[in-house]
């Protein structure tokens, strides 16, 4: 049995876990996911009723969270936009549209909210079956003019983004330091820090941009 509910506090350490678990050694040596998510919920642009867990037979697997954002057009012109991240969802129930689920929950409740547009940085292999496109798309980029290879766009209403040229800016919060999140790691069960082939994949990724 599926069910997606808000998350509670009761859920916080499992949800950390989750992400713990399921990040470690992904991308970097350890992972900053499990911190993002402990403070994430106490700033201001965290948005409570878009933090969402998903059920499977009464257990928690996964979960998705969103922050407030913002596109400004070259007129200064500022649209209120989300992001979300992170989406997990523990590891042995990966690759079995999970995600996808709290995706287009998470979605149907943003439009009943008055968004329209959700921008994300991601693997575009994960996300593309959701809806998501390449920035480069909308004309959506950041500063410098560049449209990053794993800036995804989601119009949650057609239309919503014109064409014109707009600069993505995410909140605050999403700055996380590596050092902060280590000291934060250190106090909980040890984990070993090492390299993986696949981080070298998000290094090729993260630093990459569409022509």
Known sequence: MLNIRNEEPGDYETVENITRDAFYNLYIPGCVEHYLVHKMREHEDFIRELDFVLELNNKVIGYIMYTKATLTDEAGNVKNILTFGPLCIEKEYQRRGYGKLLIQHSAEKAVSMGY?????????????SSGFVSCKRHNVCVEGDKFPSAMLIKELKPGALDGRRWYYKDSPVMAVLPENADAYDDTLTPKERKQTP??????????SFVE
């Not at 696949?198 to 630093?207: D, G, K, L, T």
């Open 116 to 128: 329209d547009v959700i921008v994300i940085f991601g693997m575009p292999s994960n996300y593309v």
């Open 198 to 207: 696949a981080q070298e994949e998000f290094y090729i990724m993260s630093h």
